[in-house]
C-alpha cells in the first residue's frame, strides 16, 4: 500500500513536470543553413518565440542539405523525426513521394484554422511546390533564380555600353568576344549549369523538361531535354567554348571564384549570389539584368523556376504541436517578414507583398538589380512548361546531365549524343524512382 | 605432482570469449546481414513503402556502365595506393634503418603523417592543389604545367593516389622498419664476408626475411584502399568530376545518402564486401604460400 502511495506520488511529480515543459510547447526545425545564412534564420525565429510564448521554435543546422534531409530520414524512421525540416528542391519527389511521412502544408493550415492564402504568394514559388490542383505541399523558404551578372567596369574596357546588358544568346556572344578581345580571360560562366543551362532554359524558352507536365502530372516521366532546341542551344555554347567566349569553371557555385576575380565578363548565376559578388567587386560594378533568350526559339521568354529549399511537416507528432507550426509559419509569410529577410539574404520574397514593401522603402533604388529576380519570376503567368520540376532521383539526373555537359566542355561528346545519352540515363534512374514509389 | 589449475567447466571458456563475440555479432555480423537484407528489397527514403525484389538491385548495377567505371577507377586505385604505398615506405625503411646519426629524428618526422586524419589529409592537400589559391598548383603553373583537379579527370585521381598514400606511408614505414630491426646481424654480415653486395643481401636475405611483414601490409593495404581512403577522397573531390575519382566505397555513399537510393547502395555494398573477402582469401591461399615465417 505504502509502495502504490509511492509511485503514485512519483508519477504525479512526473506528469506535474512534464506539465511545467510542456507549457511551452518547442518546435523541432532542422535547417541547412551555415554560418551567416544560418545567423539569418536564428534571427528570423527570434521575434516569433519573443512574439508568443505558447510556442518555442528551436533551429538546429545539421550540415548540408543532402546532410539535413539523411538526418531528417533517419531520424523519421527511429520516430524521433523534427516538426520541420528544410529541403532543397531537388528533394521535392523524393518528399512527395514518401506516404505517411509528410503533412502537407495546405492540410496543415486547414486542420488548425489558420488563414491561408495561397494568392498572395508569386506563381513560381508557389507553384513549385503544389500539386497540380494547386495544394501548397512545403512551406517555401529560400528561393532563388539564375539571373545574368555583367562586370560594368570590363564592359567598358572592351568598349561597351556597360548600362546597355545582352538581351539575347547572339548579344551575349558578341559582347564576350569583344570583352575577351580586350584581353580577358573568358567571356561569360555559368553557375550550376543542369539548373541554369538546361532546366531553366526550359522554362525561359517555354520547353519541356520532361513528359506530364514536367512531372508534376505522375511520376511515370520521361526527359525531355534533347529537344532540337536544346541541341542547338549547347551545340552553340559548345562552340563557344572554343575562343573562350564562355568558359566552363566547375560545378555548383564554383565559377563565381571566376568571375568575382574579374576574369569573366558575364555570369549567370544565382539571385543569391548578388551580395558576395558586390562584397568581390565592389558596390556597383556587377550589373543585374534577366536571362538571355533566344529569338528563334521563342519570341519573348516566358519565367524562369526557382531553386533553393522549402520546410516540409514531417507526419508523428501530437495534433496540438502542429498548431504551433502552422502558426509558425504564418509568420514566416507576413510580408514584413518575408521583405526583412529577402533584403538581408538576397533570396526571392515568397510574397508579392513583401516585395513591395522592399520596393517602397527604396531598397531596389540603393540596390539596383535585386528586383530583377521577382521579375523574372512574374514575367507570365507560369505554365506547365515553366511551374517548376517534380523529377525523382533528381539528385542523381542531375550528376548524369552534369556529366554529360562536362564531356561536351571538353570536346569528348556532340550536344546531340551527350543529350541523348542524358536523357537515357536519366530515364532509366526515373524508372527505378517510380519502381520504389509504386 | 604435478600442480595446474584448471577449470572443469565447459561454460567457463565461452564466457571468457562472450565479449569478444558480442562486439564482432553487433559490429561485423548484424550490419551485414542489415546490409545483405537491404539489398534485396526497393524501397522510399522514408521507408514507406517496401517491397521484395529479389536481385532486381544487383541486375541493376550490373547494367550500369557507371558502376563498371567505377570499379576500374576502384582497380587502378587500388593498384596504385597499396604499390605505392608498400614500395615507398620499404625504400624509407630501409634507408632509416641505415642512418646511424639521428635516426629517431628521421622516424618520428617519417610517422608524423599517420597522426593527422584521412578527412584533414584530404582537405590540406585539396588546399595545397587548389587552382585558384593552391601553392602547389601556383607553382606548377610558372613551370607552364596547368593543375586543375577540379576539371581534369586524371589529376583528381592523381591526387587521390598521392594523398591517400601519403596518409598511408607511416603506417607501412613502422611495420617495415620493425620487420628491419628484427632481421639477425648475424647474417647480413656473414653474407657481406661472403661477398653478398647490398642489392644481393636486400634481395636473398632481407627481403624474404621481410615477407611476413609485408604479407600483413599487403593485406592491409588493400582493404585501406577499398575501404579506408573514403575520408580522402570526400574531402578532396568527393568523387568528381565527372566521377572520374569515384571508387565503390565512395559509389555507396553516394547513392545511399545523397540519392536515397537505399537497395541499390545497399547491393553495392554486399557486393564490396564479396570482393574484399575475395581477394583477401586469394592473399592467403596464394601470396601466402611464398612467405617464410
Redesign the interface.
Known amino acids: 500500500m505504502k509502495r502504490m502511495l509511492l509511485s503514485t506520488v512519483a508519477g504525479l511529480a512526473t506528469l506535474l513536470s512534464v506539465a511545467s515543459v510542456q507549457a511551452q510547447v518547442e518546435i523541432q526545425f532542422w535547417h541547412a543553413m551555415g554560418g551567416n545564412l544560418g545567423e539569418a534564420v536564428n534571427a528570423l525565429v527570434e521575434p516569433f518565440n519573443k512574439e508568443q510564448n505558447a510556442y518555442k521554435v528551436t533551429p538546429v543546422f545539421k550540415g548540408s542539405y ?1 546532410e539535413t ?2 538526418a531528417a ?1 533517419a531520424a ?2 527511429a520516430k524521433q523525426n523534427p516538426h520541420i525540416v528544410q529541403v532543397f528542391e531537388v528533394g521535392t519527389a ?1 518528399m512527395m ?5 509528410v503533412y502537407p502544408v495546405h492540410q496543415l493550415m486547414a486542420d488548425t484554422k489558420e488563414p491561408f492564402d495561397p494568392k498572395s504568394f508569386i506563381g513560381p514559388v508557389y507553384g513549385y511546390y503544389s500539386t497540380t490542383d494547386g495544394k501548397l505541399l512545403s512551406m517555401p523558404f529560400n528561393s532563388s533564380t539564375p539571373v545574368f551578372y555583367r562586370n560594368k567596369e570590363m564592359m567598358k574596357k572592351a568598349g561597351l555600353d556597360p548600362e546597355k546588358a545582352p538581351a539575347t544568346w547572339p548579344e551575349v556572344a558578341e559582347m564576350a568576344k569583344k570583352i575577351v578581345a580586350s584581353g580577358a580571360k573568358c567571356g561569360f560562366t555559368s553557375q550550376w549549369q543542369t539548373w541554369a543551362l538546361i532546366e531553366n532554359f526550359g522554362a525561359w524558352h517555354n520547353l519541356p523538361f520532361a513528359t506530364k507536365a514536367n512531372g508534376f502530372g505522375g511520376i511515370d516521366i520521361e526527359l525531355r531535354i534533347n529537344s532540337p532546341a536544346h541541341v542547338k542551344h549547347i551545340e552553340q555554347l559548345s562552340a563557344w567554348t572554343k575562343d573562350k567566349t564562355m568558359v ?1 569553371g ?2 555548383e557555385g ?1 565559377s563565381t ?1 571566376m568571375f568575382n ?1 574579374g576574369e569573366c565578363g558575364f555570369h549567370i548565376a544565382s539571385s543569391a549570389t548578388a551580395s558576395a559578388i558586390d562584397k568581390a567587386l565592389g558596390q556597383g560594378v556587377a550589373g543585374i539584368s534577366m536571362m538571355p533568350h533566344w529569338p528563334d526559339v521563342a519570341a519573348k521568354p516566358q519565367n524562369s523556376i526557382i531553386g533553393g529549399a522549402t520546410l516540409w511537416v514531417l507526419q508523428g507528432k501530437p495534433a496540438a504541436e502542429y498548431v504551433g507550426v502552422a502558426k509558425f509559419f504564418t509568420y514566416l509569410s507576413r510580408p514584413d517578414v518575408q521583405a526583412k529577410w529577402h533584403q538581408e539574404t538576397g533570396y526571392v520574397p515568397i510574397t508579392s507583398a513583401a516585395a513591395d514593401i522592399t520596393e517602397k522603402a527604396g531598397f531596389y533604388k540603393s540596390n539596383p538589380g535585386r528586383d530583377i529576380a521577382v521579375k523574372q519570376l512574374q514575367l507570365n503567368a507560369p505554365t506547365e512548361n515553366s511551374k517548376g520540376l517534380r523529377i525523382g ?1 533528381f ?2 539526373i542531375r ?1 548524369v546531365v ?2 554529360e555537359l ?2 561536351v566542355w571538353a570536346g569528348q561528346k556532340t550536344a546531340k549524343v551527350a543529350l541523348d545519352d542524358a536523357v537515357k ?1 536519366g530515364n ?1 534512374l526515373l524508372k ?1 524512382f517510380e ?4 | 605432482m604435478e600442480k595446474r589449475v584448471t577449470f572443469n567447466e565447459k561454460t567457463l571458456p565461452y564466457l571468457l570469449v562472450l565479449p569478444q563475440i558480442a562486439i564482432t555479432i553487433a559490429f561485423f555480423f548484424w550490419p551485414s546481414w542489415q546490409a545483405i537484407y537491404q539489398s534485396v528489397l ?8 517496401t ?1 521484395f ?1 529479389w536481385f ?1 538491385n544487383f541486375a ?1 548495377l550490373f547494367r ?1 556502365p ?1 558502376y563498371y567505371r567505377s570499379a576500374m577507377i576502384t582497380a587502378v586505385f587500388s593498384l596504385l595506393v597499396a604499390g605505392l604505398g608498400l614500395s615507398i615506405s620499404l625504400l624509407l625503411a630501409v634507408m632509416a634503418d641505415r642512418i646511424v646519426r639521428g635516426a629517431t629524428a628521421y622516424k618520428a618526422f617519417l610517422v608524423w603523417p599517420y597522426a593527422v586524419a584521412p578527412a584533414v589529409a584530404g582537405v590540406l592537400w585539396g588546399f595545397l592543389f587548389n587552382p ?1 589559391v593552391g601553392i602547389v598548383a601556383w607553382t606548377l603553373r610558372i613551370f607552364g604545367y596547368e593543375f586543375n583537379y ?2 581534369n579527370g586524371g589529376q583528381a585521381l592523381a591526387l587521390i593516389v598521392f594523398a591517400a598514400v601519403w596518409s598511408q606511408i607511416s603506417y607501412n614505414f613502422l611495420f617495415f622498419l620493425a620487420g628491419l630491426q628484427s632481421i639477425p646481424k648475424s647474417l647480413i654480415e656473414a653474407a657481406a664476408i661472403d661477398g653478398a653486395g647490398p642489392g644481393r643481401r636486400f634481395w636473398t636475405i632481407i627481403f624474404p626475411l621481410l615477407s611476413p611483414t609485408g604479407f600483413f601490409l599487403l593485406v592491409v593495404n588493400v582493404i585501406y584502399a577499398f575501404f579506408g581512403t573514403f575520408g580522402v577522397v570526400d574531402g578532396l573531390t568527393k568523387g ?4 572520374a575519382t569515384e571508387i565503390l566505397v565512395f559509389k555507396v555513399y553516394n ?1 545511399g ?5 537505399l ?2 547502395s545497399a547491393a553495392q555494398s554486399v557486393i564490396l564486401m564479396a570482393i574484399v573477402i575475395l581477394l583477401t582469401v586469394v592473399q592467403f591461399r596464394f601470396i601466402e604460400r611464398k612467405v617464410h615465417y
Not at chain 1, 513521394?97 to 511521412?101: F, H, S
Not at chain 2, 545518402?257 to 537510393?261: A, E, I, K, T, Y
Open positions: 543532402t534531409l539523411t530520414i523519421f524512421r523524393t513521394a514518401a506516404k505517411g511521412a566552363y566547375g560545378r564554383r571564384a576575380a532521383n539528385v542523381q550528376d552534369d556529366e562536362e564531356a540515363r532509366e527505378r519502381a520504389a514509389n509504386r | 526497393l524501397e522510399d527514403a522514408f521507408g514507406g513503402n517491397r525484389v532486381d541493376h550500369d557507371a585558384a577540379v576539371l568528381g568530376p565527372a566521377k547513392d545518402f545523397r540519392g536515397q537510393d537497395g541499390g
